[in-house]
């Protein structure tokens, strides 16, 4: 990494005994360990932030009696100047937490490369939990964990397997991850106070028959969706497959709640409506059973399994926003294309 590149820092959940508000920093993570990091949004330049993100998920894992199971991390963006690194393809904050946090899953204390077995147990030990800015960390540092993998020597097959074994849910997502390799599911609401969301998850112009279809989306839906969608009969709760982003989308979440902002993700929050209630319960199933999984070191579930678990009614009730979902997909197609005359969109 350039010296001149800025970097991250990394700090653990730790009793207040050990530090001051239970924060401390640390040089690394013991790759066998079980382990959740959040890549938090802009606010996680200082640590009072990133140690907010944690404070909320040990109240979610103390729920479930999980959070003496599982140490616990928050990156620190310390002089990140965002502005000046997005446009970069290799930002030094995103490589620094590739060298701090992955690259020891996929190599030894001497740089070799593991086997794919050890490689997938390693990075299934960790679960990532990022919001708001830290989504965008995920496919850039996906990008450099595939680049070292095959400098290494890893086969495609075992780059994919050991890329699917990653774990990552994203709240208020800036990113799209259409195309990821990575366990990617995301929860998003268009009725979000701080941003316009609405459908950048679908911003991978790779998948398109033209550049400009993520501009068509953002200049039609950021003026008319919260009108339209009353109108014309609101917009459906609704699930977007693996290459629609994985997500999890709904139009609000509560008239009360801050759609924006890192919940403590407990579904008898306060306010939630009964989609803010299912939203909620979803994501929470996520990191829970993402946590158990890497407790017990099997293959990572699917994304149903990891959504629902063993519940009857939320697979119901999941098989019931997939529909929607694919309603829904069909009705921004051809809502883009009938107001903005669009060329066909390629599924």
């Not at 068509?216 to 699930?239: E, Q, T």
């Not at 926003?321 to 997909?329: F, L, R, T």
Request: net charge positive.
């Amino acid at each position: 990494m350039q010296e001149d590149e800025s970097t991250v820092a990394i700090g653990e959940k730790v009793g207040n005994e050990e530090a001051i508000y239970g924060f401390k920093y640390v040089e690394s993570i013991d790759v066998n360990t079980p382990a959740l990091i959040v890549f938090g949004g802009d606010g996680s330049s200082a640590s009072e932030a990133s140690n907010g993100y944690l404070s909320v998920l040990k109240k979610l894992l103390k729920r479930h009696n999980l959070d003496k199971s599982v140490r616990m991390y928050s990156v620190v963006y310390r002089s990140c100047n965002f502005s000046k690194e997005e446009k970069k393809e290799c930002p030094g904050y995103i490589q620094d937490i590739f060298d701090k946090v992955f690259l020891p899953r996929i190599v030894d204390e001497y740089g070799q490369r593991l086997s794919s077995t050890e490689a997938c147990n390693r990075v299934r030990k960790i679960t990532v939990v990022a919001h708001c800015r830290g989504t965008e960390v995920v496919p850039k540092l996906e990008k450099i964990m595939q680049d070292k993998m095959q400098e290494l020597g890893y086969s495609k097959e075992e780059r994919e397997q050991i890329q699917h074994e990653l774990l990552c849910v994203a709240f208020a997502p800036r990113a799209g991850f259409g195309n990821s390799k990575s366990t990617i599911i995301s929860f998003g609401v268009i009725d979000d106070n701080e941003r316009n969301h609405v459908l950048r998850w679908f911003n991978d112009e790779r998948r398109y028959e033209h550049n400009n279809f993520y501009k068509l989306v953002k200049s039609y839906y950021s003026k008319a969706c919260r009108s339209k969608f009353k109108s014309d009969g609101g917009f459906l709760f609704s699930y977007f497959p693996k290459g629609r982003g994985s997500l999890i989308l709904a139009l609000s979440l509560g008239k009360e709640i801050d759609s924006h902002d890192f919940l403590g993700y407990s579904p008898l929050t306060k306010g939630l409506n009964f989609n803010g209630r299912m939203w909620a319960l979803m994501s929470e199933n996520v990191i829970v059973n993402g946590i158990k999984n890497s407790i017990s070191s099997k293959n990572l579930p699917s994304v149903e399994d990891l959504i629902c678990g063993n519940n009857a009614f939320i697979k119901r009730f999941f098989k019931k926003i997939e529909q929607n979902g694919c309603k829904m997909w069909d009705k921004i197609k051809q809502d883009i294309i009938k107001n903005r005359k669009s060329r066909s969109i390629r599924d």
